[in-house]
């Protein structure tokens, strides 16, 4: 049995580890539920007027409506995964009724459309309804020109002079001619922690097996020198 002792402490401890990875998994899966349901309720709340001062922590997706003007000065941010196919996020610099600047993503210009590339961007008075939002959108290479890689809100609220907020149109009173827009959908924020414990209890299962495996081959390997010695 002393020949069993250091496998057993190694399976089980292994065993007792993706246990309990898989049941740290369910437990995240619960918590961005709880997320994803704050989300929608958020997205399905009737339009409030923006704020003065949004929160990045307690107004993240919240429903607005403001009227203003876009002023033609833009970023555009590539994206190639979205429902109306690869282009660009255009973020517009939006001056409010109020006086304010802020920036609206309008939505995606379609990078092989010659058409609507060739337009000038709308400049008319609208109104604007949509959801404040601060993308994590990946940072990886940094910004050539106006095309971006990223949503950084700071950093482009910065180039475009205008407040640290932006708005992700969602409906408008009129709209860009060159753009679809692209409302914000919890279909694309990432939730695959139930994959994850479905992997770890899988890996628990195949650990557990070998364990076992290897117990029972060494106790009939150990049986015939018992038997020999007896």
């Known amino acids: 049995m002393r020949n069993l002792l250091f496998p057993l402490i190694v399976g089980m401890g292994g065993l007792a580890t993706l246990l309990w990875l898989a049941h740290w998994q369910f437990q995240r899966l619960e918590w961005k539920e709880g997320v994803l349901t704050e989300i929608r309720a958020k997205l399905d ?15 993240n997706y919240l429903s ?25 996020h255009i973020i517009s610099a939006f001056e409010t009724t109020g006086g304010r600047r802020v920036m609206v993503d309008q939505g995606l210009l379609e990078i092989n459309d010659a058409q609507a590339q060739a337009m000038a961007p709308m400049v ?23 095309e971006w890689y990223a949503r950084d809100v700071p950093a482009m609220a910065l180039v475009l002079n ?3 907020v932006l708005v ?3 409906a408008a009173s009129d709209y860009d001619p060159r753009l679809t827009p692209l ?4 279909r694309n924020i990432k939730n695959d922690h139930l994959e994850y414990a479905i992997t770890w209890l899988l890996l628990a299962v195949v650990w557990g097996a070998m364990t076992v495996f290897y117990v029972i081959r060494t106790l009939r390997n150990a ?8």
């Open 45 to 59: 709340a009737p339009p409030v007027p923006l704020s003065a001062m949004p929160d990045p922590d307690t107004d």
């Open 168 to 170: 992700q149109l969602a």
């Open 64 to 88: 607005v409506i403001f009227e203003g003007q876009p002023t033609g000065e833009e970023l555009r941010v590539l994206d190639s995964g979205t429902a109306a196919g690869t282009g660009h």
């Open 124 to 146: 008319q008075t609208i109104t604007v309804q949509g959801n404040l939002i601060w993308p994590d959108d990946p940072q990886g290479q940094p910004p050539q020109g106006d």
């Open 223 to 230: 049986k015939p020198k018992t038997e020999k010695e007896d």
């Open 183 to 186: 409302a914000v959908d919890t």
């Open 162 to 164: 205008t407040e640290p």
